[in-house]
């Protein structure tokens, strides 16, 4: 089974305190790349970077964790996108961004749009976010709509993470028009109910789902504010609850571990009902921890996966 995630990895700048920061990288589809390979489906990487030291040590450092690292196209002269992580004493996060001239903007643009677009057609499961879509501009959002139905005319299944930042766009119009664009292709969507609240301002989440795609043809896990989920998949609905945490430390890539658990459970087959207890099993370990990534030793035991 051959996976492929696309969007972008950024520098990491995350504050020990007001004047100790540490250096890492992040980005929602590259940590649940690394959660999916982790998870036994080692997951191609398809984006941009630049030929800096801090490009590279990115790429060594997917490579360590069995990324795969051949769809990386190398821009001479450009530099990675940052962002600065700041966490309150309750675990969320607040962050600021330095990424508008990103090389992995620039995979969607005429000269690069059709080497992209082999990547994508050539894997079995393509993973992207409402993150990803913002970052291509107009122009790029359309090369990219073309080539999501030319991988799903080739039978690639389509999963999306809704993952709405409203700041990552510059009108709601177009924000709503490019999800909107999306609901004839995608297999699997994972919606926020926050992430739908903001996109599309509405309070009903299950509504607003039913308005944007056809439960017919898609599988929707919808997550609530409280961690629980909905699961509408195959003509039935599941509810499952999250796993209750008491020593939160960091919710970062909460979500983004949830999704790498679910999906990877749904690719071995796995019921709905017991994709999502996966998916919160990793994602109740990963903010027990500080960072997107949690140490391998701390990943949990997945029943789902010793059964395979």
């Keep these: 089974m051959r996976v492929a995630v696309l969007g972008e990895c950024m520098v990491e700048i995350r504050h020990m305190d007001a004047e100790i920061a540490r250096f890492s990288f992040g980005g929602d589809v590259l940590n649940t790349a690394i959660y999916l390979t982790r998870l036994g489906f080692p997951t191609r990487f398809v984006t941009a970077l630049g030929d800096d030291r801090y490009s590279d040590r990115m790429i060594a450092a997917w490579k360590a964790e069995g990324v795969l690292t051949d769809a990386v196209r190398v821009m001479p002269r450009r530099l990675p996108g940052m962002y600065v992580i700041e966490t309150s004493p309750s675990g969320e996060r607040r962050f600021l961004y330095w990424r508008t001239d990103s090389p992995a903007r620039d995979v969607f643009t005429p000269a690069a749009a059709e080497e992209t677009t082999r990547w994508l057609v050539d894997t079995d499961v393509l993973f992207l976010s409402g993150i990803t879509l913002s970052l291509y501009g107009e122009a790029g959002l359309w090369r990219l709509f073309a080539a999501l139905k030319q991988a799903r005319r080739s039978g690639v299944r389509?999963?999306?993470d809704t993952n709405f930042r409203p700041r990552n766009w510059p009108d709601l119009t177009i924000a709503r028009a490019a999800f909107s664009e999306l609901a004839d292709v995608v297999d699997i969507v994972l919606a926020g109910d926050e992430d739908l609240g903001l996109l599309f301002g509405t309070a009903d989440a299950e509504a607003t789902l039913r308005d944007w795609l056809?439960?017919?043809?898609?599988?929707?896990?919808?997550?609530?504010g409280k961690g629980d989920c909905r699961i509408w998949a195959a003509g039935g609905t599941h509810r499952v609850a999250a796993e209750r945490v008491d020593d939160v430390v960091d919710t970062t890539a909460a979500g983004d571990s949830f999704a790498a658990a679910y999906l990877a459970a749904r690719l071995r087959g796995c019921a709905p009902d017991a994709a999502a207890r996966d998916g919160h099993r990793l994602a109740a370990a990963v903010i027990r921890h500080p960072g997107a990534i949690i140490p391998k030793t701390?990943?949990?035991?997945?029943?789902?996966?010793?059964a395979s």
């Design 214 to 224: 056809d439960f017919d043809e898609t599988e929707v896990v919808l997550k609530c």
């Design 298 to 306: 701390a990943m949990p035991e997945f029943p789902t996966l010793a």
């Design 158 to 160: 389509i999963v999306l």
